[in-house]
């Protein structure tokens, strides 16, 4: 059974930085296609970024382009979500996920039924 714990989180002025961490037990981090996502009061949960198992390929959403940027560490079985330049509509609790693919698969996914595993999820809020 895979578990992610998240942190990092917290409450922040407009502008400032955070990193979110994922620190994954129970399975085989390398093999994973990582995501994080998000979901604000009376909204879906939607895909911040993504990336796939392979460290060159990654996704990031538009309303967070150029401001947030995914990564992981394998070593540590860990990825981060460094956000940069946040913003009050950044307020949300954030999730991270994984999916377990084959080494011949290069994708990265960006639905949240595309992932097998969740964490408890961090909030994030973000004040003007």
């Known amino acids: 059974q895979v578990q992610l714990v998240e942190s990092g989180g917290g409450l922040v002025q407009a502008g400032v930085s955070l990193r979110l961490s994922c620190a994954a037990s129970?399975?085989?981090?390398?093999?994973?296609?990582l995501g994080w996502f998000r979901q604000a009061p009376g909204k879906e949960r939607e895909i911040v970024a993504a990336?796939?198992?392979?460290?060159?390929?990654?996704y990031t959403a538009d309303s967070v382009q150029g401001r947030f940027t995914i990564s992981r560490d394998n070593a540590k079985n860990t990825v981060y979500l460094q956000m940069n330049s946040l913003r009050p509509e950044d307020t949300a609790v954030y999730y991270c996920?994984?999916?377990?693919?084959?080494?011949?698969?290069?994708?990265?996914?960006?639905?949240?039924?595309?992932?097998?595993?969740w964490g408890q999820g961090t909030q994030v809020t973000v004040s003007s």
């Open positions: 996920a994984v999916k377990s693919i084959p080494i011949y698969r290069f994708s990265y996914y960006t639905r949240v039924s595309d992932y097998d595993y």
């Open positions: 129970g399975g085989t981090f390398s093999s994973y296609a």
């Open positions: 990336m796939s198992r392979y460290n060159g390929n990654t």
